[in-house]
Every structure is written in structure tokens, then in C-alpha cells.
């Protein structure tokens, strides 16, 4: 599936080699390319920033409200009076499911626009393709999405949840449950490998048996083998890390197979309000989620998110955990650059440190030494209204711990 967006690739490198050449040859002294990278153009009286998201593509399911929300955020921000005196100007752009793709616009967001920041990217491998390109130019992403952890950038701001903040308090959940065994599902690139890697870890020293672990590529619809598997080998739980539109095709198959949440729930960690409608509460009610936030969250910063966010895109539209933390970051960003009094990328970087935010998932608090967010882990169960019920939380915002160094059965894995 991923091969569909090549056929462009060709002409957007062309187009972005010519674009990267013209922008270098008409830049003001001090405004592009330095010694420290690439600076931000804030000559004029807004700052551009860009949103770097799969607008098309198997991901689109997940990715295209993550642009809207930070649309909502940016449009929030202008009407408060902007960022140091400035408006805001956005720059979308389409990673199309395809990690070079995003690598391309990365780099083009960076050195033809001279975004002061870029939000925006969804699975671990479109991060990991534009890991290099934001540190190479030393620009700033803030990237909005649960991810696998083991990782730290300098140039990354996480305000996503992390492996301690996620997927541990999943597993912790279904042990507090009493479920003794597991089968693991996952689409097949970095982030279930290595989200599955650590759950092996966890259960060899938590008594969990891992009973089967199976991939398929991301997009697949084909899960009559996988399910099937996973039905022979009768696990108490499912713990799920397949993305976008694969999540259709098995919970459907899931169903057809006569499985229940009842009998083997699944805990999923990269389905959310907008997924749920997309795959049909038919096949998930029951079915369980480990975020850091729901459309159901109570609290007035909430309240206040969900009721602008369907007065701009229909009453009909769900907020989701994604959504919530590309909103927060944007705010996150505009709280550094005016701690920092500046737009600089190493001042921001230095004012991050302790800089809060009463976001709709509750206050959350900037790690300056890791660049994480400090959030409180949530699981919840899916309800026939297609909305996300709490049912347990952390009570308070868990420390991220990106490496797992505050568990001693995580050793060695980084």
C-alpha cells in the first residue's frame, strides 16, 4: 500500500531541491542556514509553524484530526493576541502514510517556510525518518502520539505518552484483573516490535504469559490466520498495537470469530474516539484503551476543548487522546517561546523546563531532561455510544521515564 505515494516522490524531490535552492539564495542575512541551523523567519509580524501529518493513506484515519485540533489550538492562540505580538501562521503538510515523504516535507517546512516549530507526526517510523532532519537543522518537533520510548532527542519534544506512562499501567491493569496470559497483535514496524519487546520484558517478571505474537504489515486487512491464532490459544487478554485502518479489518474478523470483550478483551493503545467510529461499535464496545485522555475526562479545561472543537468541526466529531496532546503542545510551545522571550530554538529548549499547562487531560508539566511530558495514565472501556469510559487511573501525573530506569526488570533493554 505504501508504494502508491512513490510515484510522486520523484517530482517532490525535484520540486523541494529547486525550492531549497531558491530559498538559500534569496534569504536575508541571519534569517536561514547559520552555524547553529536553520532560524525561524520572524521578520514580519507573524511566525509560521508547520503541521506535518497523513492527510492521505492508511494513517489518514488517525492523523487528519490531529491536524484540526492543532488548527483549533493555533486559531485559539491568534485570537488571544498571538505569540510575542505575533499571529500565527500555519503550513500543513501531507506526510502521506510514507516515511520519506515525511522526511521530504520535514525538510521542506524547515528550510523553504522557516517554521519556528513543527507539530506533527504519528507512527514511531515517520518520527524516526524525521529524527535526523530536525537534528541536523536543529529545529524544534513536538510530536503528539503514545509511543514505545527508549528514545530521547534533543530536538524532540514528546508530548505523547511514553512506554511508563501507557503501556505499563495497561499491563498493571490486566494483572490488578487477574489475567494471567496474553497473545500480542501488532502492525509491523518499530513501534509494536519494540512496545511488544518491552511487554515480553514485563511479563517474564510479572508472572504474564505471553501465549502469541504475531505482525501484519501496516494496512493489511487480511486477519482470518492472526485471529484464528489468537483464538486457539484461548489468552485471557489481547494486548493490541496495531495502527490505522488494520484496526478495522481485525476487531471485525475478531467478532466473526465469535470472540468477546467479555470472554478475551483487547487492550489497544493506538485506538481512540475517532477509530472507534470509524471501525463501528458493534465490534468494540467492551473492548479496552490505555491513553492519558478521553472526550468523557471530566474537568473545565475539557469541557471548554470538546465544546470548541465540535463548534468548529460538527457536533458529531470526537476528541481523542492524539488530539488533546497536539493541542496541548501547541500551548506548551507558546508557554516556552514567552518564558523564553524568544523564538530562538535553544532559548525555547531552555525555558522548558517545569512550564505547565492546564490542558484538557489535566495539568500536565514539561520534563526539560527528557523533553516528556509529566501525564496521568488512563485505561478505559469503549461503550455502545462509540464514547471512552474511565474506569482506572493513575491519580496524579506519572514522571516519564523514557528509558525505563525506575524498573529493574527493563535492564538492558535500551
Partial sequence: MLRLHRRGLMAGSVALAAALALSACGAKTGENETAGGVTADTSGDTVKVGLLNSLSGTMAISEVTVRDAILLAVEEINAAGGV??????????????????????????????????????????????VKPVFEENKALLFYPVQYEGLEQSPYIFYTGATTNQQIVPGLDYLKAQGKKSVYLVGSDYVFPR?????????????GLKVLGEDYAPLGSTEFGTIVNKVKTAKADAVFNTLNGD??????????????????????????????????????????????????????????????AYKAKYGADKPTSDPMEAAYTAVYLWKAMVEKAGSFEVEKVKGASDGVTFEAPEGLVTVDGATQHIHKTARIGKIGDDGLITEVWNSGSPVKPDPYLKGYPWATGLS
Fill in 84 to 129: 510575542l505580538g505575533k499571529k500565527i501562521e500555519p503550513i500543513s503538510e501531507d506526510g502521506a502514510s510514507d516515511w520519506p515523504t515525511f522526511a521530504e516535507k520535514a525538510e521542506k517546512l524547515i528550510k523553504v517556510d522557516r517554521v519556528a516549530a513543527v507539530f506533527g507526526c504519528w507512527t514511531s517510523a515517520s518520527r524516526k525518518a
Fill in 246 to 307: 488494520s484496526n478495522v479489518a481485525f476487531f471485525k474478523e475478531y467478532k466473526s470469530a465469535g470472540l468477546t470483550a467479555a470472554a478475551m478483551p483487547v487492550v489497544s493503545v493506538s485506538i481512540a474516539e475517532e477509530e472507534v467510529k470509524s471501525i463501528g461499535t458493534q465490534y468494540l464496545a467492551g473492548q479496552l484503551t490505555a491513553w492519558n485522555y478521553y472526550q468523557t475526562t471530566t474537568g473545565p479545561a475539557n469541557d471548554k476543548f470538546v465544546k
Fill in 194 to 206: 519494540t512496545a511488544n519487546k518491552i511487554i515480553k520484558a514485563y511479563a517474564e517478571a510479572n
